[in-house]
């Protein structure tokens, strides 16, 4: 392959790998930010944050799981076009 189609390869892998490991941080902040809304205003901002990661740390759980299972499949996907590429 070219110099120019390698650039390009890796420019659309970040690309692609950026977007990806976005959805998992969305849904962090969503998840997150709904609780926050539910909690009492009243309270100070440390045991607001404290309930807030309390009452979603499953959800914060499976976010994180995610994002682990995102990262491993564009690492998989980059090595396997890097092996695919020097074929």
């Known amino acids: ?3 120019a ?3 390009m390869l890796i420019l659309v892998e970040f690309i692609c790998g950026v977007w990806i490991c976005l959805i ?3 849904f962090f902040i969503y998840f ?5 809304r539910t909690t009492d205003s009243t309270l100070p901002i440390i045991e607001r944050l404290n309930q807030t990661f309390h009452a ?3 959800e914060n ?4 799981a995610l994002l682990i299972a995102v990262r491993n499949f564009m690492y998989s996907a980059v090595k396997y076009s ?3 590429e020097s074929d």
């Open 32 to 36: 997150n930010l709904t609780a926050w």
């Open 82 to 84: 890097r092996q695919t």
């Open 24 to 26: 998992p941080i969305g």
């Open 61 to 64: 759980i499976v976010a994180l």
């Open 56 to 58: 979603t740390f499953w």
């Open 5 to 7: 189609s390698n650039l």
């Open 1 to 3: 392959m070219s110099h």
